[in-house]
């Protein structure tokens, strides 16, 4: 089948480059074990730092907007957009968990995912099926047949780069015309407002700069204590996911600006003119209060996990409740959407946790999770 065959291909690119990454830079490990102090700083006291980045944002001149679920998140974004029709997306998990994209769509507006993976699912008509890589379940030859279909002019037996650079050409388009920029963020600075996001297309630095408006969108959980820290959470995350060095770490801290006359910081520039942050809690802020789940937190969405763990090597990528998939899924699906029976396909191999940045112990939470499920249909 066309997924196993995707699946397989992925694991055996993917795997070996992280054990490799890892060999040659080990400071990785120590920055990793750091950075799991430093989240779960945050998480013992997530009032208070989500309290502070909104201070820190209003002081670069960015707008900060708290919401409590996702309905309050998409009439929030509403109300920013406007009359704005023309919006392009980055890959950001929060936006799909929110529905966002398909809210967009229903009020009239266009809107266009940018990241690769992403566009092949939004013009597939599919749910993500890996928290890196969304497209995972789809062959090399499937993503041609499907970029010929909807965008035309592709030869038959197109190369790898003969699709990328088909899409490029379709996307450059709206990336110039875009009105609005939304996309999410890998961490959030409490102390300082700023958002980093890692990429490796180029996709996220034209949704945040060439647009008028960028809107970042992202869970509580972002949040660490310094910019040191997000720069951490950056390079963690890239190792984990087989990506390092990245080709992009874009820093973003509020509306573009410039101080090239008498040194005066102004803004605009030549950038948007307005940088908001909708931080969202959907369950996050509940989540950090119960000791069964609060490790779940943690994750930074590398999607390690996913490919060393045998009950989603052998399912289809649907494991788990869109956008959320495979072992980190399982957890995050309970989180936000109060959904406990992807838990229930835990096997329990452990292999997760061995090779988690974070060392969360997700076979663990997962445990207490189909407690709480079969508790639940006991008393039903």
Same mark, same amino acid.
């Given at each position: 089948?066309?997924?196993?065959?995707?699946?397989?291909?992925?694991?055996?690119?993917? %795997?070996?480059?992280?054990?490799?990454?890892?060999?040659?830079?080990?400071?990785?490990?120590?920055?990793?074990?750091?950075?799991?102090?430093?989240?779960?700083?945050?998480?013992?006291?997530?009032?208070?730092? %989500?309290?502070?980045?909104?201070?820190?944002?209003?002081?670069?001149?960015?707008?900060?907007?708290?919401?409590?679920?996702?309905?309050?998140?998409?009439?929030?974004?509403?109300? !920013?957009?406007?009359?704005?029709?023309?919006?392009?997306?980055?890959?950001?998990?929060?936006?799909?968990?929110?529905?966002?994209?398909?809210?967009?769509?229903?009020?009239?507006?266009?809107?266009?995912?940018?990241?690769?993976?992403?566009?092949?699912?939004?013009?597939?008509?599919?749910?993500?099926?890996?928290?890196?890589?969304?497209?995972?379940?789809?062959?090399?030859?499937?993503?041609?047949?499907?970029?010929?279909?909807?965008?035309?002019?592709?030869?038959?037996?197109?190369?790898?780069?003969?699709?990328?650079?088909?899409?490029?050409?379709?996307?450059?388009?709206?990336? !110039?015309?875009?009105?609005?920029?939304?996309?999410?963020?890998?961490?959030?600075?409490?102390?300082?407002?700023?958002?980093?996001?890692?990429?490796?297309?180029?996709?996220?630095?034209?949704?945040?700069?060439?647009?008028?408006?960028?809107?970042?969108?992202?869970?509580?959980?972002?949040? %660490?204590?310094?910019?040191?820290?997000?720069?951490?959470?950056?390079?963690?995350?890239?190792?984990?996911?087989?990506?390092?060095?990245?080709?992009?770490?874009?820093?973003?801290?509020?509306?573009?600006?410039?101080?090239?006359?008498?040194?005066?910081?102004?803004?605009?520039?030549?950038?948007?003119?307005?940088?908001?942050?909708?931080? %969202?809690?959907?369950?996050?802020?509940?989540?950090?209060?119960?000791?069964?789940?609060?490790?779940?937190?943690?994750?930074?969405?590398?999607?390690?996990?996913?490919?060393?763990?045998?009950?989603?090597?052998?399912?289809?990528?649907?494991?788990?409740?869109?956008?959320?998939?495979?072992?980190?899924?399982?957890?995050?699906?309970?989180?936000?959407?109060?959904?406990?029976?992807?838990?229930?396909?835990?096997?329990?191999?452990?292999?997760?946790?061995?090779?988690?940045?974070?060392? !969360?112990?997700?076979?663990?939470?997962?445990?207490? !999770?189909?407690?709480?499920?079969?508790?639940?249909?006991?008393?039903?």
């Amino acid at each position: 089948m066309s997924w196993e065959i995707a699946i397989n291909r992925t694991i055996n690119n993917n %795997v070996p480059r992280v054990y490799s990454v890892l060999e040659k830079y080990p400071y990785i490990l120590e920055l990793a074990e750091q950075l799991r102090k430093a989240k779960l700083e945050v998480l013992k006291d997530l009032e208070n730092y %989500v309290e502070e980045t909104v201070e820190s944002v209003k002081r670069i001149g960015g707008v900060p907007h708290v919401v409590g679920n996702a309905d309050e998140a998409k009439e929030e974004i509403r109300k !920013i957009v406007g009359s704005r029709n023309r919006i392009v997306l980055g890959k950001s998990m929060v936006a799909y968990e929110l529905g966002l994209r398909d809210y967009l769509s229903q009020i009239g507006k266009e809107v266009w995912e940018t990241d690769l993976g992403e566009f092949l699912i939004q013009i597939a008509k599919e749910h993500p099926s890996h928290i890196i890589a969304p497209a995972i379940h789809m062959s090399k030859e499937r993503a041609e047949d499907l970029v010929r279909k909807i965008l035309g002019n592709l030869p038959e037996g197109a190369t790898h780069e003969q699709i990328v650079m088909r899409v490029r050409e379709f996307l450059r388009d709206k990336f !110039i015309n875009a009105e609005v920029g939304i996309t999410g963020a890998n961490a959030i600075a409490a102390d300082t407002g700023s958002i980093i996001l890692v990429e490796n297309e180029g996709n996220i630095r034209f949704s945040t700069v060439s647009p008028s408006v960028h809107i970042s969108v992202a869970g509580f959980e972002k949040i %660490v204590p310094t910019l040191h820290h997000a720069m951490m959470e950056a390079m963690v995350q890239a190792a984990y996911a087989g990506l390092y060095p990245p080709t992009y770490v874009n820093l973003t801290s509020g509306p573009s600006s410039t101080g090239d006359i008498e040194m005066k910081r102004v803004s605009p520039a030549h950038g948007p003119r307005e940088f908001h942050l909708v931080l %969202v809690d959907n369950g996050r802020l509940r989540a950090s209060k119960d000791s069964d789940l609060q490790e779940a937190l943690l994750c930074i969405r590398c999607g390690r996990c996913h490919l060393h763990c045998p009950v989603y090597r052998v399912m289809d990528g649907s494991w788990g409740v869109p956008p959320y998939s495979g072992p980190m899924g399982a957890m995050w699906s309970y989180i936000v959407y109060n959904d406990a029976k992807p838990s229930t396909l835990c096997a329990h191999s452990g292999g997760c946790k061995e090779v988690c940045p974070m060392k !969360i112990n997700i076979p663990r939470v997962l445990e207490k !999770i189909k407690y709480r499920y079969y508790r639940e249909q006991r008393k039903s």
